[in-house]
């Protein structure tokens, strides 16, 4: 089957223009393996026969669980969408239909919407660093961002070695996403993000690029962040009742994969 190889400021995915075949008996894992797959962070499905949008967006994590949001997702399949329609200006649909927009800015520079937002502060993450601010809620996905004082090391080792421990507390019924940020001045900032369903720092996260400037609007009232992140720049921007979030998205390469090899 075709697959095409994406990546969204370095988090990367493996992307079908249909659902396989059998789809429910491939090993997910396996497939996202890097050493014994095609190896990524997660799977997207580009349903494009959807009649009130261009796509239905179809995500998986590369443990196999399905995602009701992923930002850099989004733009992969935007921009894949993009370059095999012509079509610069994009409605698509996630799994849970919920109604997101996309636009080519570049040839390989793409913003979406990002305005799901549900559950902030409901559930009290204070105690996970009670010297750090902190802030719970879903931008799609759930989030606990951790503001980091200025005399605190974002680059150090320790935040993602204590992450899985409160990735997996059990207050949260489905599992959290943890996402550490530091301001290094107005309207630019660093993030670093564990993320659940890869169990591993990933080099970019779009839904914990858009929960940590959910927090930083709500603190600060900036309305333009960018959003420093290993894998490059993501940048979101606040119009109107609108959360975007910019990035690069990227196609890597394509070929063919026989998913027979990859059965349970």
Not at 8 to 21: C, M, Q, R, T
Not at 37 to 56: P, R, Y
């Amino acid at each position: 089957m075709k697959f095409w190889k994406y990546s969204g400021a370095g988090n990367d995915f493996i992307l079908f223009s249909e659902v396989p075949h059998k789809f429910e008996q491939i090993d997910l894992a396996k497939l996202c393996d890097r050493k014994f797959g095609i190896g990524a962070d997660g799977l997207l499905i580009v349903k494009t026969n959807e009649v009130s949008s261009d796509f239905q967006m179809i995500y998986y994590n590369s443990d196999g669980g399905q995602v009701e949001m992923c930002g850099n997702g989004a733009r992969s399949c935007a921009h894949w969408f993009a370059n095999e329609f012509h079509q610069t200006k994009i409605k698509f649909l996630t799994a849970s239909n919920a109604a997101y927009e996309a636009e080519v800015i570049s040839e390989d520079f793409i913003k979406v919407t990002m305005n799901e937002l549900k559950d902030v502060a409901a559930i009290d993450v204070a105690d996970f660093y009670p010297q750090n601010e902190s802030l719970y809620l879903n931008t799609g996905v759930p989030h606990t961002v951790i503001l980091l004082n200025q005399d605190q090391d974002i680059a150090s080792t320790h935040w993602m070695k204590e992450a899985p421990k409160f990735r997996a507390d059990k207050r949260f019924e489905k599992g959290c996403n943890i996402n550490f940020v530091k301001v290094l001045k107005e309207g630019e900032v660093v993030l670093r993000t564990f993320e659940r369903g890869v169990e591993a720092e990933t080099l970019a996260c779009g839904t914990g690029a858009v929960a940590a400037a959910r927090f930083l609007n709500q603190k600060y009232n900036w309305n333009e962040i960018n959003i420093k992140v290993a894998g490059g720049i993501l940048k979101t921007e606040f119009i109107a009742d609108q959360c975007w979030l910019a990035g690069p998205a990227k196609r890597i390469f394509e070929g063919d994969v026989n998913l027979d090899d990859f059965l349970i």
